[in-house]
């Protein structure tokens, strides 16, 4: 009998942090997906644990960030240890964790089976996507008679449905007594659980036909094999323990992130953890050229003594381990990321690197923000193909920055202090310390930064706004609402829902001739050859693909919102009622404060200028409001 055969538009390959994520946006999209994964669960204990302030912030935009916050641990200090002399450790620092105002969320600290958690209920919540588990591909080939043909299901892929036996995972590590006892338990029960009919199909095999499949399989992507890519890179012959566990202590910084070099027993990573874990990251050991770590004779009580001996005089006891591994560093990179636009890797399939600087997760989830738009505005008619190949651009930049700076930090942790100025291959407390600075705004993800392209564009005034650098992430502040007097961050009015922004910081409108300038601004948005009448469908409401906000820097009682153009507020939906959420004053609110967005994000409180903001909130194109016709030449290429 010939194999079941199906369609989907996208086909995820990998239900780890990328293929969530990209199954969370594809799905809030409401793109036909389907997305798989070899083993039979998901990830419960261990692995990556820190989410990063630009993360945190991509999971508000989708509304689960109050989830993170609330369960996690928040880092907010750094302590630096150093060795002491006559022995021992000594605190010589402390830093914050991420330079203040970087961003309104912490760096939160929860274990990757929770961040799936979310990304899960959100997928289903969103369009009833659900990952289909113990089931794994076998073959993938692409009509390349339709390669060119963006609207076929040019691509085939083979699935076969896995045994219990084959989708179970081989644990790295021990889950001491099964499961902590949590307050998560509900939820990880029901994962413990799959269906009773998940391996009902055992053996059976399928071919789904795909307009594009991503591979985020992982570091040993079956999908990267399949276009023959490699991860090149390098490895710098250290290896690491990892533990995660309750302590009994009298370190007296062990709920602070530290990080510690010994005289000479090694470094360690100290981070603190959700429900009163700590991980601690320890330096074991160095391999020689060629030389492989041989795992099982790593346990935690090597590693815990490794430990000890790095924090004495301090006594560090582990009553109760719940996760622990071993890993050798290196720094791999995948140059090329996609087969013509229509298959693409991401995540760890396409870069892989140490967890020390906590960016794996991060990152590999951010690959997929990236794509997942992009994606679904090709396969909605949005945007013409060539968008995809911003892609590789811009998240090989990304992937390549970290992997130079994981490179560094590596090697900064796993080299001995140095004893002096004639020492050349130690690292002094100073250095350390500097570059840990230099490194933490990049390391909170808000400081990537997308090169011009067609999706960045240069073309408008780019000093009008400091704030808002070109193809950086749009930096929040709180404005208040002109109809209701609610403080708003503008980054809650950037939800993930695929639209496009324009951002009209309309100055001081009491001045009259700012007010004719947003007036012709306004009318320019209205007339048939402005972006919104352009690029909307004619029977949708009028901001269902670029939405239109205003903030204007004078008194929000100082005007009325019936006295702002109709299309800037305008009538929508059924009801044709006006949208009230679209006007904004730099004001004081009366309960939480005044934000003073123009003053932060260094606009002219006068004149103002426009910000145009892609689905991802990375900020497209600047320019001032008598340059408004840029807004409808913009993308007019696509
Ligand atoms: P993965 O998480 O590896 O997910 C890949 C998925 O694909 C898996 O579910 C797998 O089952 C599935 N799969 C693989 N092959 C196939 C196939 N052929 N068919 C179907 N499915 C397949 N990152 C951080 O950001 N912060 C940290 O603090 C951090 N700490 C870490 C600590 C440790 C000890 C380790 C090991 C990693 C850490 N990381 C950290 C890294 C982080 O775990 C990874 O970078 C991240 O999980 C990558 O996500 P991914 O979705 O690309 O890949």
């Given at each position: 009998m010939a194999p079941q055969s199906s369609e989907v538009d996208v086909l995820i390959v990998g239900a780890g942090p990328a293929g969530l994520m990209l199954a969370t946006w594809l799905s809030k999209l409401k793109i036909s997906t389907r997305i798989i994964d070899k083993r039979n669960t998901k990830v419960f204990t261990g692995q990556a644990d820190g989410v990063q302030c630009r993360t945190v912030e991509v999971f508000q935009s989708f509304g689960f960030a109050e989830r993170l916050v609330k369960e996690g641990a928040h880092i907010n200090e750094v302590a630096h240890w150093e060795p002491k002399e006559g022995g021992g450790i000594q605190r010589t620092k402390r830093t914050p964790d991420n330079e203040p105002g970087t961003s309104r969320f912490p760096h939160a600290v929860l274990t990757q089976g929770r961040i799936e958690r979310f990304m899960l209920d959100a997928m289903r919540e969103f369009n009833d996507l659900e990952v289909h588990r113990s089931i794994q591909p076998t073959s993938l080939s692409i009509d390349p008679s339709l390669v060119?043909?963006?609207?076929?299901?040019a691509i085939s892929v083979t699935l076969r449905h896995l045994s219990e036996e084959e989708a179970t995972p081989t644990q790295v590590g021990t889950v001491a007594n099964g499961l902590f006892r949590s307050n998560l338990l509900t939820d990880e029960e029901a994962d413990a659980n799959p269906p009773p009919n998940a391996n009902g199909d055992v053996g059976k095999e399928e071919i789904v036909k795909a307009k594009f499949v991503v591979g985020c399989?992982?570091?040993?992507s079956w999908v990267r094999k399949q276009l023959d890519l490699h991860l090149e890179g390098d490895s710098a012959n250290t290896y690491w323990g990892v533990l995660d566990a309750l302590v009994i202590t009298?370190?007296?910084?062990?709920?602070l992130k530290c990080t510690m070099h010994s005289h000479d027993a090694g470094s360690i990573l100290i981070v603190p953890r959700e429900r009163d874990l700590v991980r601690l990251y320890v330096q074991l050991g160095h391999t020689e050229e060629g030389e492989r770590v041989d795992r099982t004779k790593v346990t935690p009580e090597s590693i815990l003594a490794t430990a000890q001996r790095i924090m004495a005089p301090y006594k560090i006891e582990t009553p109760y381990v719940e996760w622990f591994t071993c890993y050798e560093i290196g720094q791999r990179i995948c140059p090329k990321v996609t087969l013509d636009e229509r298959v693409f890797i991401a995540g760890d399939a396409f870069h892989t690197h140490s967890p020390k600087a906590g960016q794996g997760m991060n990152v590999s989830m951010m690959d997929t923000y990236n794509l997942g738009w992009k994606l679904a505005h090709v396969l909605q008619g949005k945007?013409?193909?060539?968008?995809?190949?911003t892609y590789q651009d811009e998240r090989h930049q990304t992937a390549q920055e970290l992997i130079d700076l994981d490179y560094r930090l590596s090697r900064m942790f796993s080299a001995k202090p140095s004893?002096?100025?004639?020492?050349?291959?130690g690292v002094s407390l100073e250095e350390f310390e500097a570059f840990f600075k230099s490194v933490g705004k990049w390391a909170s993800g808000t400081a990537a930064q997308y090169k011009s392209g067609v999706l960045v564009e240069k073309t408008g005034a780019t000093d009008v706004a400091k704030g808002l650098p070109l193809g950086m992430r749009f930096e929040s502040h709180q404005v208040v609402s002109i109809a209701d007097a609610r403080p708003w961050h503008i980054g809650d009015r950037l939800e993930s829902d695929g639209r496009w922004r324009i951002i009209i910081f309309a100055g001081d409108v009491r001045i009259a001739s700012q007010k004719a300038q947003l007036e012709k601004v306004a009318a320019y948005l209205d007339s048939p050859s402005g972006p919104l009448r352009t690029y909307t469908p004619p029977n949708a409401d009028i901001d269902s693909v670029i939405e239109t906000l205003t903030i204007i820097s004078n008194p929000r009682i100082s005007i009325e919102p019936n006295d702002f153009p109709e299309i800037l507020w305008p009538a929508k939906g059924e009801f044709g009622c006006r949208d009230y959420h679209k006007l904004y004053a730099d004001d004081e609110s009366w309960f939480s404060g005044k934000g003073e967005a123009y003053k932060h994000l260094g606009i002219d409180t006068e004149t103002g200028c426009i910000a145009v903001v892609r689905p991802d909130q990375t900020v497209s194109l600047t320019c001032r409001l008598?340059?408004?016709e840029l807004l409808g030449e913009f993308r007019r290429g696509d």
């Open positions: 060119s043909d963006f609207t076929s299901h399989d992982g570091a040993r009298d370190f007296p910084d062990i709920r945007a013409d193909t060539s968008i995809l190949k004893t002096g100025a004639d020492d050349k291959t008598e340059e408004h």
